[in-house]
């Protein structure tokens, strides 16, 4: 079969992958409304395209936080690759290597950060933290990939619970026994994941400024309000996030959220954003509407799924020409 777009890969995943498995990367929270309103807002924005302009020569590169990216698209932390391929966030490292753009390695990966880091030497990748009450565990994962040479640091903010995924709950969700969370393996079991610390406030960013030198991104902000604490408490960059509709059900859709949190830190901070994004015209849609970069999550899960690394690396190049045809369309 043809993969022409990013839903043929999304088929392929949900034929394939063990029903538990794409039941866990598919699902959203309660009814989930939100992670299918993230995909439905998009349809509803359009673009004023302008003519007869030269669009003859195209340069899609930008730079996130210092480092340049070959088009602004990267991978947002997502847990469990190897439910979706054998050598997991090994290949997901490799591919973002592959075709110069930002991986953002999960807190819940099933490789460590070592074997990430190893399998892609000279990558661009950035660590997602959950903080846990164990807090001497949470500091030894940052030190640690700030001296593999992980290059920003993002603290997932909306998960002091668990949301409520059905099918999480209808298929009794635990990871296969020769799967493991490689980097709390030696701290904790941490599969039904409620060793997340809810007491985590704006201020636990001044302690982990203090335990690293790395830029912090702040992952999961949807209001100008939270926009505003962020700037204020020096963080380097916001990615707008509802995590893919799977925490609050009903909250807004990201691209809705977008431009209020753009207006609210008037370019004090980077802002990138994910949920929702499958097309290249999502992609420019996004920047249009102030972002600087677009992280994709459950995409590229489907490209794993497909073909591993190779599956990945098709999946970005096929959003990279999507977003480059519609930048040259749109003028």
Known sequence: MA????????????????????????AGADDGTTRDENILAYKRVRFRPRMLRDVSVMDIRTKILGSEISFPVGIAPTGFHQLAWPDGEKSTARAARAMNTCY????????TLEEI???????????????????????????????????????????????????????GFRLPPHMKVKNLERVFEVCKMSLLDPSVTWNDIYWLRSLTHLPIIIKGIL???DAELAVRHGVQAIIVSNHGGRQL????????????????????????VDGGIRKGSDVLK???????????????L?????????????????????FRLSMALAG
Not at 123 to 130: D, E, I, S, T, V
Request: aromatic share 10%; hydrophobic share 45%.
């Open 249 to 272: 059900d009903e909250g807004p859709a990201t691209i809705d959220a977008l431009a209020e949190v753009v207006e609210a830190v008037q370019g004090r901070v980077e802002v990138y």
């Open 3 to 26: 993969m022409v777009c990013l839903s043929d890969f999304e088929a392929y995943a949900k034929k394939y992958l063990p029903k538990i498995a794409w039941d866990y990367f598919a």
């Open 117 to 171: 880091s190893a399998a892609a030497p000279g990558g661009l990748r950035w660590f997602q933290l959950y903080i846990h009450r164990n807090r001497a565990a949470s500091q030894q994962l940052v030190q640690r990939a700030e001296a593999l040479g992980f290059q920003g640091l993002v603290l997932t903010a909306d998960l002091p619970y668990t949301g409520k995924r059905r099918d999480d709950v209808r298929n």
């Open 223 to 225: 209001t100008r309000e």
């Open 286 to 300: 996004a920047l249009a509407l102030g972002a600087k970069c677009v992280f994709i999550g459950r995409p590229a």
């Open 104 to 111: 953002i390695a999960s807190t819940y990966s099933t490789c």
């Open 302 to 322: 489907w490209g794993l799924a497909y073909k591993g690394e190779e599956g990945l690396r098709d999946v970005l190049r096929i959003l990279q020409d999507e």
